[in-house]
């Protein structure tokens, strides 16, 4: 059965490759980023990839422009930046979201009025703004039309050797008959030995020649709280009197953990992620390995840039579980209608 859906602010293609592997067939996949969008269309030079600013083509009469009339489309997925909405008016809703890129995603939404829609993001949202930016989102979605529910998903139960949880949020268009589960968490869940074996070569960031020297005193699975008093003290300064926390500075991963959230960038000081083995960042493809991307899948752009797309991506196996369910709910619905 075919399934089609639209994806907005698709990035490196995370998302949009869980969905693929469940079966769906993307009319367009939207990304503001050249790096990005050349990605994508490098990986899969079949698809609709429009690099551009969200904001000139949710003006666009959407349904003439992507040949799909509205209720027909599928599924229309992505995950707009979060912002902090206006409340001058107080009213919670589409006004309201004007000025946001979430504000777009939802024109998509009212304008083409696809039969489920996927919203991703950071679990944070949940408390943006105590509560109101996420509030003001539901809102949205229930004037477009929708029943939506949500859950806290970690992509470590769900085949990624990675601690990384995320804000899914699913609705349902009302007056439909059907209903989308949220995907089972796996009875196993990976660590980092389990796809660090046999990495492809690829770009790899490096550490100034004293963090090296501080990394050597520290062992897998530890961080700053490893050193000498005194050369602990010497590297965190001030935050030495803070007490508790912190625990990602100077972290280096084992072998037999999961890894923390991978990161746009390989190297911040609060948030480090040493390699267990070697004195040095994760690579590229190791952390695309760790967002389960496939090998051949190539990041275009600078080194820079690949780090940015691979830290920013949906990790691939969460993407494909929770694309699966909302493949049976529409399937079911398809055979019901």
Avoid at 93 to 107: I, M, N, P, Q
Avoid at 235 to 254: E, F, P, T, V
Avoid at 262 to 286: A, D, G, N, W, Y
Avoid at 308 to 314: F, I, K, L, P, S
Wanted: charged content about 25%; aromatic content about 10%.
């Amino acid at each position: 059965m075919k399934l089609t859906s639209i994806e907005l602010f698709a990035g490196a293609g995370g998302l949009a490759l869980g969905l693929e592997r469940a079966g769906f067939e993307p009319l367009a996949l939207v990304e503001i980023d050249r790096d990005a969008a050349e990605t994508l269309r490098a990986n899969r030079p079949g698809w609709n990839v429009i690099q551009a600013d969200i904001a000139g083509v949710s003006c666009l009469n959407l349904p003439e422009h992507f040949g799909t009339e509205p209720g027909t489309l599928d599924l229309l997925s992505g995950g707009a930046p979060c912002q902090a909405f206006s409340y001058a008016g107080k009213r919670l809703g589409f006004e309201d979201a004007r000025g946001t890129l979430f504000y777009h995603y939802a024109v998509f939404l009212r304008k083409l009025q696809p039969k489920v829609f996927l919203f991703e993001n950071v679990r944070g949202l949940l408390s943006h703004d105590k509560g109101r930016t996420y509030k003001t989102m539901l809102d949205v979605f229930a004037e477009c039309g929708y029943t939506v529910h949500r859950e806290i998903l970690n992509a470590w139960d769900y085949g990624n050797a990675q601690k990384r949880e995320r804000l899914i949020t699913i609705g349902v268009r009302e007056g439909l008959a059907l209903t989308v589960d949220f995907p089972k968490p796996h009875e196993y869940r990976p660590v980092l030995r389990d796809v660090l074996q046999n990495v492809p070569e690829s770009p790899c960031a490096r550490y100034s020649d004293r963090k090296k020297e501080l990394f050597r005193l520290i062992p897998p699975g530890g961080n700053w709280r490893n050193l000498p008093e005194k050369t602990a003290r010497e590297y965190m300064k001030g935050c030495w009197n803070l007490g508790g926390g912190r625990a990602g500075i100077l972290r280096r991963m084992s072998m037999d953990e999961p890894s923390l959230s991978v990161l746009t960038s390989p190297t911040q000081k609060q948030t480090e992620r040493c390699h267990p083995l070697e004195i040095r960042p994760f690579s590229v493809r190791e952390n695309a390995r760790i967002q389960s991307f496939p090998d051949e899948w190539q990041f275009s752009g600078s080194v820079a840039s690949q780090y940015r797309q691979v830290g920013n991506a949906v990790p691939v196996n969460l993407a494909y579980d929770i694309a699966v369910e909302i493949r049976k709910g529409l399937e079911r619905f398809y055979v019901d209608a």
